[in-house]
């Protein structure tokens, strides 16, 4: 078992990845992993994958970044325990048979991944124009919860509404939801959208995230991971932290940073500079991850 | 670049360039009225200049399907619905530029659909 721990551990810096570390959560950290205790795990987020994206000068590699994706996570040295795709599979399309087509696509391609237990979550592209109904025919479920480990995770829907509203009933199912845990347990939310006013001038919010961060408040164990956004962001609200992932696809350029909301577009002397995928490690009974952010490699 | 509001428009020939502009004065509230209306995606008035103290009511449409209209720099916001006018009062208390965009995922080219808003002193 620490023998499994160490190896875990030395992936990120043997799979010749690089990538920074973040670490969320304060201690007893290094104490767990010495223990190499069976409720450590690492999970692959991915997201913001846009299949059947087309902008030359913003990723003129769009119809290979994914399958280049799946390729750097079967090539991690130790399998993740499972993957999470948080939202926009796809890229939006008004013709209701080509969403489904690039649905399909998508499926095939991640099929290819080794790891079997792969999560999906819709983002509006996938979801918004139909409510999720093709969404729901190629990968289940709007909003779900699973436990892994000795960690509870809940998928929340924020995009199907294409309002980016959760909506009354889904807060209400959290809110049942919740009370069947205990406030010290551990708890991951994952999400497409920020639950926060990340930036509401460039809609980076959940028109009532607010509800659902205020239903998660009395639980003392609360990570969110999420996407849409495009890049790597971290922030708190109290003592729940929310982390944000990179695209599959383009960055987007920090909040407010820019004029507009618009791609970064795609730097030829630094190939998929700004995209990439997240290992998070975890510990349950800490309820802490270690973050690390991995490239797609070039070529 | 539009007229800037005013609350009365005497002379003929700036009551038709208000018009013109989607503006003209609520006969209810005296009070001016701008009319927007959405389509994907974008807004047929961009760029709306209002003067600063003097509140407007914004009345909006969409000539193909849903859209949203949010202003978050006034806590505003309301959806543009074909066949529908709904109003929203503005009240520009301070000067600058704020953004204003559609919020109801319509397709792509959604995130594109923005605008803005001018308060002049
Ligand atoms: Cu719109």
Redesign the interface.
Known sequence: MSHDTIKRRDFLKLAGLGGAVFASGLSGWAQAVKSGAADEFYFVQLSDTHWGFNGPKVNPEAASTLKKAVAAVNGLEQKPDFVVFTGDLT????DPKLRRARMAEFRDIVSELKIKDVRFMPG?HDA??DRGEAYQEFFGKLHYSFDHKGVHFIALDN?SD???SLGEAQLKWLAQHLKQLGKDAPIVVLAHRPLFDLY????WAT?DGASAVELLMPHKNVTVFYGHIHQEHHHKTGHIAHHAAKSLIFPLPAPGSAP???PIPWDEAEPNKGIGFRSIEADAKGAQYKLAELPVPKG | MRPLLSRRCAPAAICAALALAGLHASSAADEPVIRVTARKFEYDTPEIILKKGVPVTIELTSLDR?H?F?L??FKTRA?AIPGMVTRVRIVPDKAGTF?F?C??????G???M?GKIVVKD
């Not at chain 1, 890229?91 to 008004?94: G, L, P, Q």
């Open positions: 890229h939006t399309t008004d509006e918004s124009l995009v294409p309002g980016a509401p001038q460039w809609d028109r507009k909301r618009a | 849903v949203g949010n978050p720099d959806d953004a965009f919020d109801v995922f319509c397709g792509d959604h995130e594109e923005a």
